[in-house]
Each structure stands twice: as C-alpha cells, then as structure tokens.
C-alpha cells in the first residue's frame, strides 16, 4: 500500500492550498481516510477525515469552517483544500487510510500512512 501527499508549499496568511493524496495498493473505496498533521516537539493531531464512501466527514474543530475534506474514488484521490490559513496551521500533513471510523481521529486508529507534506504559513 502507498498513500503519496501532495500540494504543501509556503503561503501567506490568508491564503489558500489544496493537498492531495493519491493512494494505490488497496480497494480505495474501503477505507476512510484521514489529514493528520504534525510539528515539532508535538504530537500528530487530527485535521480531517472522511468515510469510504464520502457521505460523512468530520472536522477538528481547529480547522471547521477553514478546510474541507473531498475524496474522488474513481482516481483513489482525497483532498484537503485549506482556506484562511494561519500561521498555527504550519506543520507536516500526512494522509492516512483506516477501516475503523470509532478511531479515524487517533493515529493509532488508521493503518497506512504517506510520507507528509510541508505546509508553511507565513504571517
């Protein structure tokens, strides 16, 4: 299984970038998928995830309102798009896949993960 992020890059205060995650390796439509990210010295927090089917999302209330979370099965794609981003929204974002939506917001909860892409907000 590989999950490839994409999409990160540095932007301004305000601005926008969309990451994407393409995924290989498994029956995408099973899995839900999920954004974690991660500075350093931190712990991995959860950003976003959204069931296998795309029906259901669910947001960290840090991001609500900011980021949406899309998935697109047919290209085994998920995406997060990030509006209004702020300088506390710096981190690496990893996408990860799991079949368990009860832990889709623990890391320990999903079973794939990507290699991460750099976000920077600069303010």
């Known amino acids: 299984v590989q999950l490839q992020a994409c999409g990160g890059g540095l932007v301004q205060a305000g601005g926008s970038l969309r990451l994407s995650c393409a995924a290989s390796?498994?029956?995408?439509?099973?899995?839900?998928m999920a954004w974690f990210r991660q500075t350093p010295g931190k712990e991995r927090e959860f950003a976003a995830a959204?069931?296998?089917?795309?029906?259901?999302?669910v947001l960290a209330d840090s991001v609500k309102g900011r980021f949406t979370i899309s998935r697109d099965n047919a290209k085994n794609t998920v995406y997060l798009q990030m509006d209004s981003l702020k300088p506390d929204d710096t981190a690496v974002y990893y996408c990860?896949?799991?079949?368990?939506?009860?832990?889709?917001?623990?890391?320990?909860?999903?079973?794939?993960w990507g290699k991460g892409t750099l976000v920077t907000v600069s303010s």
């Open positions: 390796g498994l029956i995408f439509s099973n899995y839900h």
């Open positions: 959204i069931t296998g089917s795309g029906f259901r999302r």
């Open positions: 990860a896949a799991g079949r368990d939506w009860s832990s889709v917001t623990a890391p320990s909860g999903m079973e794939y």
